[in-house]
């Protein structure tokens, strides 16, 4: 094939396939919902509990967990580039929106959880399968009875950061540190 000859797009030698595997997320919320969000989460990383399907889909995972701060490391792959082969910023703000959220948890008794409100991502340099393995860190900035707010920051596998993000999430179950407050009081 000569350069002026246009490449068949759908040639089977340019298919790619991709499996992808998860557990049933129901059991493992309910058995997340009964520990503390600091045990769930290290449950998860630790590979107590399983990953949200999300998690799987994408590829990611959670490397570190500690109280207000969470690390989900992600391997690059070509299935979540787009057609000029950078990769979705879709993938950036799944694992911003995931680290964000579990920072919130890291800190909230069992029963407590928070989801989204609003998610604002800056893309500051692009990312690709060459960009080495890329970190997504939250943190938490100020934990509410009502909502709360989130800084995250992804780097690629240099360390330069690509993507900075906030976000406001809406607090869900009991009041943050109720549990911890109630266990003082009776010993």
Known sequence: MTSTEPTDLFSPDLLRVRVVEWQAPG????????????AAMCAIRDGLLPPPPM???????????????IVMELDPVESLENTMGLMHGATAAA??????????????????????LDLKLTYLRPLSVRSGTITAEGKVIKLGRQTSY????VRDGKGSLAVHATATFSMI????GKQD???EKTK
């Not at 919320?29 to 009964?34: E, L």
């Not at 799987?56 to 500690?66: A, P």
């Not at 964000?100 to 948890?105: L, R, Y």
């Open 27 to 38: 059991p493992a919320a309910k058995a997340a919902m009964a520990m503390s969000g600091m």
């Open 55 to 69: 998690a799987k889909l994408i590829g990611f995972r959670m490397s570190v967990v500690e109280p207000e701060r």
């Open 95 to 116: 694992l911003l929106d995931t680290a964000m959220g579990c920072a919130i948890s890291t800190v909230l008794p069992a029963g407590q959880t928070s989801v989204t």
């Open 150 to 153: 989130t800084e995250g920051f």
């Open 173 to 176: 179950g009991g009041e943050p």
């Open 181 to 183: 407050r109630t266990q």
